[in-house]
């Protein structure tokens, strides 16, 4: 193949130079941030600036709890006192169910019946008729037979004691109730009410027991009736 001639170059390179420059359109630069979020309309100059609602800031503390009317308008609401009771420590009402263990060692061996004992002190209008009724129903009402009944569990019967120098007529009697729980004196509250949807063959036999203390009360005049509570002398937390 003949290679071109030098007049045909200089001819290629003329009509090279009056070709005519390329059309430059305007170019739409964006300038972008660090967050790579391109400049608004408005920000170029193009459309109108946006209209801009106010914002309703609620200034939120460390429990995020907005501010309060009253904080805000400035009229404080009324406020009722309150009656606080602050308990520490060193405060807790005393509990004689709480033992220790030297009074736990008593009530082991029995030498402190209960940490609490109830007695009922009462008057009945024949103590004969009255002790002869109580030694059919006493017999019934054994250590074994009240702790060996899941409802009992912690009530102890203590006896029945005739008040010295009451003799006769109108006789003065006692009888006393331990307790090892406030649990077990509420069972017995409820016994005592015959308060009971259900109750075991020893549970039936305490609320005839009692129900027969009322009658026998309520002969000797109801008026004569008194509860005193005892409580152990080492009872509580030692």
């Known amino acids: 193949m003949p290679l071109p001639s030098s007049h045909a170059a200089l001819r290629h390179i003329h009509r090279a130079a009056h070709v005519a420059p390329p059309a430059v359109t305007f170019v739409d630069f964006q300038v972008r941030t660090g967050l790579s979020v391109p400049f608004a ?20 503390t460390g429990l995020s709890v907005p501010f309060s009317p009253h904080m805000r308008d400035g009229e404080r609401p009324a406020v009722a006192p309150v009656d606080f009771q602050v308990r520490t420590g060193l405060s807790v009402p005393f509990n004689p169910y709480m033992l220790g263990a030297h009074a736990e060692e ?8 209960s940490p609490v004992l109830v007695a009922w002190r009462y008057r009945v209008a024949s103590a004969q008729a009255f002790a002869d009724w109580l030694a059919t129903r006493e017999i019934l009402l054994s ?14 019967y203590g006896g029945t004691y005739r008040v010295a120098g009451s003799d006769g007529p109108g006789a003065a009697y006692q009888t006393l109730w331990g307790y090892t729980s406030e649990a077990a004196m509420n069972a017995m509250d409820r016994l005592s009410r015959d308060d009971c949807a259900s109750a075991s063959l ?8 009692v129900k027969g203390l009322k009658r026998y009360a309520a002969e000797g005049g109801a008026a004569h ?13 030692g």
């Open 225 to 237: 009736f008194s509860q005193e509570v005892l409580i152990g002398a080492s009872a509580g937390p």
């Open 41 to 60: 309309p408005h920000m170029r100059g193009t459309d109108a600036a946006p209209s801009v609602e106010p914002v309703n800031f609620q200034v939120r």
């Open 202 to 209: 020893v549970e039936l036999e305490v609320i005839d027991f």
């Open 143 to 156: 250590e074994s037979r009240l702790s060996g009944d899941a409802g009992l569990k912690g009530v102890r």
């Open 106 to 113: 008593l009530l082991r061996k029995r030498i402190m019946i």
